[in-house]
């Protein structure tokens, strides 16, 4: 039987007009009701707040934003594993599980994909940005009490770096670079050494990122515009065995093929510029293999549990903490990358 509850969500209407408004829910027995605790801010919810639209999804209705964010059980449906009050992290990921991706388990390529708080499809699938969110059983990962919501916040990025971490294969011994020491970045740098790197560089622009891809476990950092260090890296054909691309800028995609060893692998995670001039001819010579990483497939308990145990701390990438009441000033403080890093959102009240 259907039932109702009635909360506050940060609604996105459009193009800078974000509301704190009321919404209903309705849920069923074999629902998972979540009392949300805490979410972090990702670029996706910055575009659809300063823009309008992420990329191709635009917004059509008003839609609650978010799709980083942990809760507490508040309902479960019967027989299930779930207990009420314990702390769990979402998974926002809901593949159809019928199409011909799903069936190969690759259900990032999910045709029909539902992910929440994405304006992709209309009517468009609400975030996790709201005092109480409807999720499925199989989309809770219960975490440990003492770990705080802040920390598992980070869930779904550390998943998707996870996930780029096994697109490159391994990476034990290997020489990396990290382009881009935004908190995608950042989480891929933590992943790296995690699976066995034994040497992370991270490159970025910002010296404020530069600082925070240290304590996120760099063994150095680089500005791409330091020719000198440049030139040791394409020195010999290049030095990087892994390197991964998590900005986006042209002139990052192109600087890849000439840093990268022969034989070596790229991982082109940063959307960022497209279509961008790409090297074609020192790319082939080199043998080099170059690999997209979209999303995750089923790195989120991976996930869950590296932030548990502290093999991941993301802490140095939070840089600031906003009630959701002000979630307007939250969005805008994100989107200033001088002074924000992740931006988490906390629904306690
Ligand atoms: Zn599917």
Redesign the pocket.
């Known amino acids: 039987m259907n039932q109702k509850l009635i909360c506050k969500a940060c609604f996105a209407h459009g193009k800078q007009d974000i509301r704190i408004d009321d919404r209903e829910l309705t849920y069923t027995d074999d629902d998972v009701v979540i009392k949300i605790e805490a979410g972090g801010i990702c670029g996706s919810d910055i575009h659809y707040y300063q823009e309008g639209h992420a990329g191709l999804s635009v917004i059509k209705h008003p839609m609650v934003i978010g799709h980083e964010f942990v809760g507490r059980v508040d309902k479960i449906p019967k027989n299930s594993k779930l207990k009420i009050g314990q702390k769990v992290a979402i998974n926002p990921s809901r ?9 190969e388990g690759k ?1 990032n ?5 539902r992910f929440m708080g994405s304006a992709q499809f209309n009517p468009h699938v609400h975030g996790g940005f709201s005092q109480y969110a409807i999720v499925s059983e199989q989309q809770c990962f219960p975490y440990d009490e003492t770990v705080p919501a802040q920390v598992m916040a980070f869930a779904e990025p550390t998943t998707v770096a996870i996930h780029a971490v096994n697109i490159a294969g391994s990476l034990v011994g290997k020489k990396v670079l990290v382009i881009g020491a935004g908190p995608i970045g950042c989480l891929i740098i933590a992943a790296a050494k995690a699976a066995g790197a034994v040497e992370v560089i991270a490159s970025d622009i910002n010296e404020r990122s530069q600082k925070i891809s240290l304590a996120m476990g760099a063994d150095h950092v680089v500005s791409p515009l330091n020719q000198e260090a440049l030139a040791t890296f394409t020195h010999n054909k290049g030095y990087f065995d892994v390197t991964f691309e998590a900005c986006g800028a042209a002139a990052a995609i192109e600087s890849t093929v000439h840093v990268t060893r022969a034989n070596g692998t790229i991982v082109q995670v940063g959307m960022g510029a497209s279509p961008v001039q790409y090297p074609v001819a020192q790319m082939l010579a080199k043998e080099i293999s170059w690999k997209g990483s979209f999303r995750f497939i089923n790195e989120f308990g991976i996930a869950v549990k590296w932030l548990e145990k502290g093999i991941i701390d993301p802490r140095p990438l939070i840089s600031s903490e906003f009630p959701y009441q002000q979630i307007e000033q939250a969005l805008i403080t994100a989107t200033d990358k001088n002074i924000s890093s992740k931006v988490i959102v906390t629904f306690f009240d």
């Open positions: 593949p159809c599980n019928q199409c011909q991706y799903c069936l259900q390529q999910c045709t029909n994909m």
